[in-house]
């Protein structure tokens, strides 16, 4: 997985009002946020499975949804993507109400998730054309060969959907995601099923094309260590409501424990502390 970057680094800067920014993406002038979730409630029934969530991401920041299963994470990434609608509430994307301007939105933006798949019956390359293809890009042969060399499944561009590993998929995934160059990108446990070594490469990748592109990426993930190394904050979720949202290390403090693994436990097992 090779990318290059610049010498330029993002650092978050924590505001007045509790949200972050990241000094050098934000624009003069209070520029939209990149993501915008506004009282988000989705119910089934008499099942909650998000309620009245709201939160803020800035343009290039890195913020990690975080919580046991049932906490609401991927709820919430659907209703932002729009394939999931909102009992209530509404999403703004890079300025652009969802519910209107989804188009518009969607060409900007794109996702990966370990519990997607795609067409079986096509081959990687197949598969990463129609894509392209969705996407308008101009010159798609050539970006799909880019994005497979990226995440290092140039092997792999004649095996059939059906042939791969769950490894191999989500490398697949990923390197749809990065197609269209998204401005914001949402990930669903997107090292989830990789060994150790396409994990690292695929956070470093997640970094450098941050600090590259200002891309603004929010994702999920249950491994600990991943969300306290790449995340500038961390929305902490529990029976889909938000329990704690700053950066690991001032959430951290605020509950008093050593790392983020003991505060998942502690949050699993215990509920959200008071």
């Known amino acids: 997985m090779d990318s290059s970057t610049g010498d330029k680094t993002v650092q978050p800067v924590n505001t007045t009002d509790g949200t972050t920014t990241v000094s050098g993406r934000t624009p003069a002038g209070g ?95 197949e598969n990463l054309m129609v894509f392209a293809r969705l996407y308008g890009l101009a010159h798609p042969k050539e970006r799909v060969e880019a994005v497979m060399k990226l995440f290092e499944i140039e092997t792999l561009r004649a095996a059939s959907g059906r042939s791969l590993s769950s490894g191999q998929l989500t490398r697949v995934c990923l390197a749809k995601a990065f197609l269209n160059e998204p401005r914001v990108l949402f990930l669903d446990e997107p090292t989830a099923s990789l060994d150790p070594d396409i994990a690292d490469k695929t956070r470093r990748l997640l970094r450098e094309t941050r600090d590259r592109n200002g891309t603004t990426i929010l994702y999920t993930s249950h491994n600990m260590q991943e969300m306290e190394e790449l995340c500038d904050r961390i929305i902490f979720l529990h029976k889909g409501r938000i329990t704690a949202m700053d950066t690991p290390k001032a959430v951290l403090a605020k509950y008093g424990q050593a790392n983020l693994e003991e505060l998942f436990l502690l949050i699993a097992r215990q509920g959200a502390p008071r």
């Not at 008499?46 to 890195?62: K, N, R």
């Open 31 to 125: 520029s939209p946020m990149a993501v915008e979730a506004v009282e988000l409630t989705k119910r089934s029934g008499e099942t909650v499975a998000v309620d009245h969530v709201s939160f803020q991401v800035a343009a290039g920041e890195v913020v990690g949804l975080l919580g046991p299963n049932g906490a609401g994470k991927t709820t919430i990434l659907q209703m932002l993507l729009g394939t999931l609608l909102p009992t209530s509430g509404r999403v703004r994307i890079l300025g652009l109400e969802l519910e209107r301007q989804r188009e518009a939105i969607l060409h900007q933006v794109n996702f990966s998730s370990t519990y997607v798949s795609m067409p079986s019956s096509l081959t990687v390359r």
